[in-house]
């Protein structure tokens, strides 16, 4: 048994992909969330360990420094602080006096903006800036004296902040990496709760199936109280309301066809004693009175068509019932249907193309049933002559009955071998019983062939009637 494979864009990959996506979106936010929280956490411990220790470092050095400094003592300041803090560089300023506590540094880090800030505001200020692609703090403060007063002299101290970058960078590849797993479980956990999900829905499915099939009887096993639970018992109770309206339907159906066979067959007696009677009349119609030769003429035919109209309603009867039996033989199909052109007398109001030759084991009755409903309609509905023309392939026998005729309306097609349908809605009754394009075909359907309703180009209706060469049941 085959497995039925998954589907692009089937249910079960687009809840798989949606799982995952979620997932993997959630797990990007925390993530991102959980760096930059991080690494504000740890940057700020730093700065706050940083700027405590510089003021502290600052306000020790300070108290032995003379103002207003020369160059000589801003440069002990300088490397005083620099030596207490470990820190990579740190500047005096006095005016336009500077010194540093490393002369070969790069001062640039300290930029105009924080020395004004510290000189405008007289208050410790931060600034974090990057350097040749380092990440560097720089603090600046100015000194206060112990009366409170802040004279002109501002210190900065630079501080690498590289090993904070680091560990926050370690923290986010650690992160990422957990990610992976992440993914793979969800996509894992989503495919089992697809496969929770969809089960239900592949059953209903597979029921439905199953019903449209024609097995009434289907149903599906309700789990839960959930709203795929709800769904298949919807579903079975559209099941029961449909099985239970078919077998209403069914039983109906089999009452009116028992009915109208009953009547047929009862018709049948009382029919055969009127056609007696008719035919008495009509061959002594012209012994009688104008009008009462007439009435013998019309009673003679209306008897005929009710007759016929009998003798079809059994024939479809039987078809209902399942009771018709095919007795094929090998056959000359031109014989057969030179033979009924002849006993109808349709012989000279025929063109026919029969080749001799073609032969198939049929029903020969049938066929002659089949061949004289279709040119006898050719001959009510059409002009004549009406052209029979009989062609045999290898797999494959065809008799084509085309007339001269005006043609069928285009909303027949579909509908001409339907019972008892018109073509001309304004008639109230028609020339035959209205059975026999039907019959006709539910013949050519126990040959396992069929019967073609068309138009012609150059005007006139055609119908084909195709018989395979060999039956189903004839093939090896």
């Given at each position: 048994?085959?497995?039925?494979?998954?589907?692009?864009?089937?249910?079960?990959?687009?809840?798989?992909?949606?799982?995952?996506?979620?997932?993997?979106?959630?797990?990007?936010t925390?993530t991102?969330?959980?760096?930059?929280?991080?690494?504000?956490?740890?940057?700020?411990?730093?700065?706050?360990?940083?700027?405590?220790?510089?003021?502290?470092r600052?306000?020790?050095?300070?108290?032995?420094?003379?103002?207003?400094?020369?160059?000589n003592?801003?440069?002990r300041?300088?490397?005083?602080?620099?030596?207490?803090?470990?820190?990579?560089?740190?500047?005096?300023?006095?005016?336009?006096?500077?010194a540093?506590?490393?002369?070969?540094?790069?001062?640039?880090?300290?930029?105009?903006?924080?020395?004004?800030?510290?000189?405008?505001?007289?208050?410790?200020?931060?600034?974090?800036?990057?350097?040749?692609?380092?990440?560097?703090?720089?603090?600046?403060?100015?000194?206060?004296?112990?009366?409170?007063?802040?004279?002109?002299?501002?210190?900065?101290?630079?501080?690498?902040?590289?090993?904070?970058?680091?560990?926050?960078?370690?923290?986010?590849?650690?992160?990422?990496?957990?990610?992976v797993?992440?993914?793979?479980?969800?996509?894992?956990?989503?495919?089992?709760?697809?496969?929770?999900?969809?089960?239900?829905?592949?059953?209903?499915?597979?029921?439905?199936?199953?019903?449209?099939?024609?097995?009434?009887?289907?149903?599906?096993?309700?789990?839960?109280?959930?709203e795929?639970a709800?769904?298949?018992?919807?579903?079975?109770?559209?099941a029961?309301?449909?099985?239970?309206?078919?077998?209403?339907?069914?039983e109906?159906?089999?009452?009116?066809?028992?009915?109208?066979?009953d009547?047929?067959?009862?018709l049948?007696?009382?029919?055969?004693?009127?056609?007696?009677?008719?035919?008495?009349?009509?061959?002594?119609?012209?012994?009688?009175?104008?009008?009462?030769?007439?009435?013998?003429?019309?009673?003679?035919?209306?008897?005929?068509?009710?007759s016929?109209?009998?003798?079809?309603?059994?024939?479809?009867?039987?078809?209902?019932?399942?009771?018709?039996r095919l007795?094929?033989?090998?056959?000359?199909?031109?014989?057969?249907?030179?033979?009924?052109?002849?006993?109808?007398?349709?012989?000279?109001?025929?063109?026919?193309?029969?080749?001799?030759?073609?032969?198939?084991?049929?029903?020969?009755?049938?066929?002659?049933?089949?061949?004289?409903?279709?040119?006898?309609?050719?001959?009510?509905?059409?002009?004549?002559p009406?052209?029979?023309?009989?062609?045999?392939?290898?797999?494959?026998?065809t008799?084509?009955?085309?007339?001269?005729?005006?043609?069928?309306?285009?909303?027949?097609?579909?509908?001409?071998?339907e019972?008892?349908?018109?073509?001309?809605?304004?008639?109230?009754?028609?020339?035959?019983?209205?059975?026999?394009?039907?019959?006709?075909?539910?013949n050519?359907?126990?040959?396992?062939?069929?019967?073609?309703?068309?138009?012609?180009?150059?005007?006139?209706?055609?119908?084909?009637?195709?018989?395979?060469?060999?039956?189903?049941?004839?093939?090896?």
């Amino acid at each position: 048994m085959r497995r039925p494979r998954l589907r692009t864009g089937g249910l079960r990959i687009r809840l798989v992909v949606t799982f995952v996506l979620v997932s993997l979106i959630s797990a990007v936010t925390a993530t991102t969330l959980a760096y930059r929280e991080s690494r504000n956490a740890v940057l700020k411990r730093t700065q706050d360990a940083i700027q405590t220790d510089f003021r502290d470092r600052v306000g020790e050095v300070a108290a032995d420094v003379d103002t207003p400094p020369d160059r000589n003592t801003l440069n002990r300041l300088a490397a005083n602080v620099s030596r207490g803090l470990g820190s990579d560089l740190v500047v005096a300023r006095y005016h336009d006096l500077a010194a540093s506590s490393d002369t070969t540094a790069d001062q640039t880090r300290i930029t105009p903006e924080l020395r004004a800030a510290v000189r405008t505001t007289g208050r410790m200020k931060f600034q974090r800036v990057e350097w040749h692609g380092e990440p560097y703090l720089v603090v600046g403060t100015p000194v206060a004296f112990d009366d409170g007063r802040t004279s002109e002299l501002d210190v900065f101290t630079v501080s690498s902040l590289r090993a904070e970058e680091e560990d926050t960078a370690g923290l986010l590849a650690t992160v990422r990496a957990g990610l992976v797993p992440v993914v793979l479980l969800t996509a894992v956990l989503a495919l089992l709760s697809a496969r929770t999900v969809l089960r239900p829905v592949r059953d209903l499915g597979r029921a439905t199936r199953t019903l449209a099939a024609g097995d009434l009887s289907t149903r599906v096993t309700v789990k839960g109280r959930d709203e795929l639970a709800d769904l298949a018992r919807s579903f079975n109770h559209t099941a029961d309301s449909l099985q239970a309206s078919v077998t209403k339907l069914r039983e109906q159906e089999e009452r009116a066809r028992r009915f109208v066979a009953d009547v047929s067959h009862e018709l049948r007696t009382p029919l055969a004693a009127m056609t007696m009677v008719a035919t008495v009349l009509d061959e002594d119609a012209d012994q009688l009175p104008a009008d009462s030769a007439m009435a013998a003429r019309t009673v003679s035919s209306e008897t005929a068509q009710l007759s016929r109209l009998v003798q079809d309603l059994i024939e479809i009867s039987r078809f209902d019932a399942g009771a018709v039996r095919l007795n094929p033989s090998d056959t000359d199909l031109a014989a057969a249907i030179r033979s009924t052109l002849a006993r109808r007398g349709w012989t000279d109001l025929v063109h026919a193309d029969l080749p001799d030759g073609v032969r198939a084991n049929v029903d020969r009755r049938r066929v002659d049933v089949v061949v004289a409903n279709l040119v006898g309609n050719a001959l009510r509905h059409g002009a004549p002559p009406v052209d029979v023309v009989l062609r045999a392939t290898d797999d494959e026998i065809t008799v084509e009955v085309r007339d001269r005729g005006p043609g069928l309306p285009a909303e027949s097609l579909t509908h001409v071998f339907e019972r008892f349908y018109k073509t001309d809605a304004a008639r109230t009754r028609s020339e035959g019983s209205g059975l026999g394009t039907a019959i006709a075909l539910e013949n050519a359907r126990l040959h396992d062939g069929t019967i073609e309703a068309a138009n012609r180009a150059g005007g006139g209706a055609v119908f084909t009637l195709r018989l395979p060469r060999r039956r189903t049941e004839e093939r090896p």
